[in-house]
């Protein structure tokens, strides 16, 4: 490693660079700043004598004795990588050197107190950390913005501990001492507020802890609104929070972009304006309540920044990292991965009741063993006519189930019909919602369902694409705690009364949302093959196709397993069997129709845990077209 060392920080910033470089194996060489050479090979050598006395190379820390800019380039050149904490100047050279480099940048530290501040705490804090070590630490306070509230009362507080305000004629002295050509005077930097003032050519008190200048500009033709390495800080008067949102800002943009900002209001009162200064100061250090320079180190104050003397200002800064440099950055990690398949599932309701007549009897569990008292019946207006919703409603009534009907659902169900049997859920207070038809029935169903229990829910969030069904960018909520979902098929096609997929209609733009999670997946089926007795012919064929596709493609599909495949060759051969029966003999030959339900529910058990293909892919797209 090469070890770039500043003038403000000699020592610290030597010995937490050897700390870094001994904890991840790595030998270290410093270019220390010329001014402050000798202290920084002094604490250099404290290290090495540790090291080596614990076991360690003897030359695992070395230094460049009489350092130049052409030797701290060739270091930079030749190490592995440059650890570059300096001016800006410097850290571009770090960058620059075709060799890996972590580099920080300046700060600039502004200060707001705002209107819910307690002044006592902050006036303690900001005093306390900018004469720690003189204010040379880069995530030192630089300027104060106290909104006007409170300003008289934060300036009688700095005052009474030990701050000395500035005279117009000795704020035009520090302005002229402080900055040289624009750069900050080298002879201030970690100097005594005292002899600063010497300096400038006038006398302040020995107790004086900081000189204060009240300024108005925030821009970089103000001296006091640069860095200052030194105990000197610009006070500025905000009309509001806004204002020294504003001020802040600019003070940042100009001289400490992406290092360091400080708020002090009360946690509770001030949430909005804590959420406005993390949302808006571009500063990968936003502090709350805290000394700048002690809590931009971390550990201290706060217990969310890793402790550190590198403070890294993210691409704001020009730098690599947002955060504070440690031993995470000088490590190279392994990363071993073995070959693994997915884990896979097979998922059905957990009640599936079948049986020629069964329907009355699997009502009765709704009762006995899920304690339903109130049921919605979601069916289309053919079905409700017919007298099968009535058959429904008389079996749970029988059991002390009240029932209500919704029978407006169309061919395609559209979000509008979904919204209006969700209204009428919130009025009926159902505990079970029964899906009585073929798909669209059990779609509708599946839409009210979520949208009484969730309807905040977003249809095209919840629409999005997958590969892996478990694996999705939009988590779906939970359903069941109002009601459970119940679906009786009267076709024998679709498959919908065991999977979890829905298709639902926006009629303002004719957009359809295929929405498919297993938390879609209906509680309970009933297949029972009576209610399929009079289905016509064309129907018979066209569901009975519908039913040998979700096979085919579940079989081909390459989400199919060992028991989703069983459903679907299973079913297969129940319809090679018993469709063409089906079709020719109808209400005559029940066996057939029994087999024709049960293959249908096989196929929709298979693909629910395979997935479906192209076919089903052309149609949703020509069904959305033509609107089939």
Known sequence: LAGIVPTTNPTSTAIFKSLLALKTRNAIIFSPHPRAKNCTIHAAKIVLEAAVKAGAPEDIIAWIENPSIELSNLLMKSADCTLATGGPGMVTAAYSSGKPAIGVGAGNAPTIIDEFADVRLAVSSIIHSKTFDNGMICASENSIICLSSRYKEMKEELKYRGAHFLSSEELNLIRDTILVHGSINAKVVGQSAYDIAKMAGFEV?????????????????????????????????????????????????????????????????????????????????????????LGGIGDLYNFRLKPSLTLGCGSWGGNSISGQVGVEQLLNRKSVAKRRENMLWFRTPERLFFKPGCLEFALEELSSVYHKRRALIVTD????????????????????????????????????????????????????????????????????????????????????????????????????????????????????????????????????????????????????????????????????????????????????????DAMAKEAIVEIFTYLPRAYHNGKNDLEAREHMAHAATLAGISFANAFLGIDHSLGHKLGAYHHL
Not at 257 to 280: N, P, Q, R, S, V
Not at 510 to 529: E, F, H, R, V, W
Request: proline share 5%; with cysteine.
């Open 205 to 293: 008190s020995k107790e004086t802890k900081v000189l204060v200048g009240e300024v108005t500009k925030v821009d970089v033709s103000e001296p006091f609104a640069h860095e200052k390495l030194c105990p000197v800080l610009a006070l500025y008067e905000a009309e509001d929070f806004l204002d020294a949102m504003k001020k802040a800002k600019r003070l940042l943009l100009d001289g400490g972009i992406g290092h360091t900002a400080d708020l002090y209001t009360d946690e509770a009162k001030g949430k909005e304006h804590i959420e406005l200064f993390e949302k808006e100061l571009p500063a990968c250090r936003l502090l709350i309540n805290t000394p700048s320079s």
């Open 381 to 564: 207006s053919f079905l409700y006519q017919s007298g099968f919703s009535k058959r429904v409603s008389d079996a749970l009534s029988k059991v002390g189930i009240e029932s209500e009907v919704f029978s407006n659902v169309a061919p395609d169900p559209t979000l509008a019909c979904a919204k209006e049997g969700a209204k009428l859920c919130e009025e009926v207070k159902p505990d079970c919602i029964i899906a009585l038809g073929g798909g669209s029935p059990m779609d509708a169903a599946k839409i009210i369902w979520i949208l009484y229990e969730h309807p905040e829910v977003d249809f095209e969030d919840m629409a999005m694409d997958f590969i892996d069904i478990r694996k999705r960018i939009i988590t779906f909520p939970n359903l069941g705690k109002k009601a459970s979902l119940v679906c009786i098929p009267t076709t024998a096609g679709t498959g919908s009364e065991v999977t979890p997929f829905a298709i639902i209609t926006d009629e303002r733009d004719g957009t359809k949302y295929p929405i498919a999670d297993y938390s879609l997946l209906p509680n309970m089926a009933i297949i029972d093959s009576t209610l399929m007795r009079d289905i016509p012919k064309g129907l018979t064929r066209a569901s009975g196709i519908d039913a040998l596709t979700h096979c085919m493609e579940a079989y081909v599909s390459m989400m199919h397993t060992v028991f989703s």
